[in-house]
């Protein structure tokens, strides 16, 4: 897969761990959202996009996060320690919505959104530097960025295929 588009948003707070937001497209037609530049111990990595785990109260089967104390539905106290242990004994509190398989493209997508972070950082260092807006930008943001650019029309959508994709098996598309 090719990535064809990287853009970056800035974090607020520079003292925070949380670096900037990621958004990745691949081969000008799938996009990954909300990858997170951490930075860590041993220097900044990527994040990929995860969810909270949960799990079911024993008392009333109510759906709770994995570090609530109390469930949500009943109220019963929780036990803490619900939550499995990786190698170094750490709770898996999170699980990865979209992530490379193989560690060499794991390196790889990071090194090109690391290199994309180094050059927004750059361009934020200069007079009249405008963040990215994504369409998906809280709208409660105290300073939303106006572009005075007139917005491009929308792209018409790829023709539909009658025949489905050998290279996705038979019968997954319509």
Do not use: W
């Not at 079911?56 to 570090?67: A, V």
């Not at 009943?74 to 193989?102: M, N, V």
């Not at 560690?103 to 927004?120: F, I, K, N, P, T």
């Not at 025949?163 to 038979?170: A, H, I, T, V």
């Amino acid at each position: 897969m090719e990535v064809t588009e990287i853009r970056v948003k800035l974090a607020a707070n520079p003292d925070n761990k949380l670096r900037a937001f990621c958004t990745v497209t691949f081969d000008a037609c799938f996009v990954v959202r909300d990858l997170k530049i951490i930075d860590g111990g041993r220097g900044p990595f990527v994040a990929m996009p995860s969810r909270k785990l949960s799990d079911l109260c024993p008392h009333c089967r109510g759906k709770n996060h994995l570090r609530a104390l109390y469930c949500n539905e009943c109220g019963t106290r929780l036990s803490p320690d619900r939550a499995e242990r990786d190698e170094q004994g750490r709770a898996k509190l999170h699980a990865d919505i979209a992530h490379p398989i193989h560690s060499d493209y794991r390196e790889y997508l990071q090194g090109l959104v690391l290199e994309a972070y180094e050059r927004e950082r750059e361009q934020a260092a200069r007079p009249g530097y405008r963040p990215v807006e994504d369409e998906f930008d809280d709208p409660e943001d105290p300073e939303p960025q106006q572009d005075d650019t007139e917005a491009p029309a929308p792209a018409a959508p790829p023709p539909q295929s009658q025949k489905p994709d050998s290279r996705f098996g038979e019968g997954i598309l319509p």
